[in-house]
């Protein structure tokens, strides 16, 4: 119920920041009023949503918001993707839906059995358990960073970020799960959209979207998502 209140709260402050109103840039227009707030259908929504049931006792975002990965990255159109806290894999799984390209998933400590059989139809997802900074590590160590990285259910947000950003290009696009989740991570969020190295930013307070092409003007979008 407290929850309850906090969204209906949030809500109303963002009130004025919702369909797009006041963002005079075309691609960010778009992506506000036809990515995030798209309505349609998508093909992949039922079979996914019948699946939720499986990991329900895992780390899990909403529905909605599993559905908003899934647009995001079928806007994108990554050619790779990394994820940094699996959770319950459904997002994994949604953004997999989306785009059937390589997916990383890193979660800490043991693999899940609930997790596995949630997988186990998407070959192109990768899992793996143990400690997550060095499965990370030794995944970016020489490489760019992947087009997409979704830095979701793990404690380990700040490191995570701080190891990725020196090999992110201007195509990568990080979504960061739960920014107002404590009040550390509300401030790490804070200095996430103030650094100079990070460029257009979106707040949709369930997950907080970070680009870094460097061409654009440096803004931050709130959005009423809630």
Not at 36 to 50: D, K, P, T
Not at 82 to 108: I, N, Q
Not at 134 to 163: N, W
Not at 179 to 188: L, V
Request: aromatic share 14%; charged share 25%; net charge positive.
């Amino acid at each position: 119920m407290p929850n309850l209140f906090l969204r209906g709260w949030n809500w109303c402050c963002r009130f004025r920041h919702r369909c797009g109103y006041g963002v005079h840039s075309p691609s960010d227009f778009f992506l506000i009023t036809f990515v995030v707030y798209e309505r349609l259908a998508f093909y992949a929504y039922n079979l996914l949503h019948a699946k939720r049931k499986q990991v329900e006792n895992l780390p899990h975002y909403r529905e909605k918001t599993d559905r908003l990965l899934f647009r995001l990255v079928n806007y994108l159109q990554p050619r790779n993707m990394l994820e940094v806290g699996t959770g319950s894999g459904l997002s994994a799984r949604y953004m997999s839906e989306a785009k059937h390209v390589p997916l990383c998933t890193f979660d800490e400590g043991k693999e899940h059995e609930e997790v596995i059989s949630l997988l186990k139809d998407a070959p192109e997802v990768d899992y793996r358990c143990g400690n997550v900074l060095s499965l990370l590590r030794s995944r970016v160590e020489g490489q760019s960073c992947p087009d997409i990285v979704h830095i979701a259910f793990t404690p380990y947000y700040k490191e995570a970020f701080d190891m990725l950003l020196p090999y992110v290009t201007s195509r990568a696009c990080f979504f960061i799960g739960s920014p107002y989740a404590t009040k550390e991570k509300r401030q790490w969020w804070k200095q996430v959209v103030a650094d100079s190295r990070t460029g257009v930013t979106f707040d949709l307070y369930d997950v907080g979207l970070v680009f870094f092409d460097k061409k654009r003007i440096k803004e931050h979008r709130i959005v009423n998502f809630l």
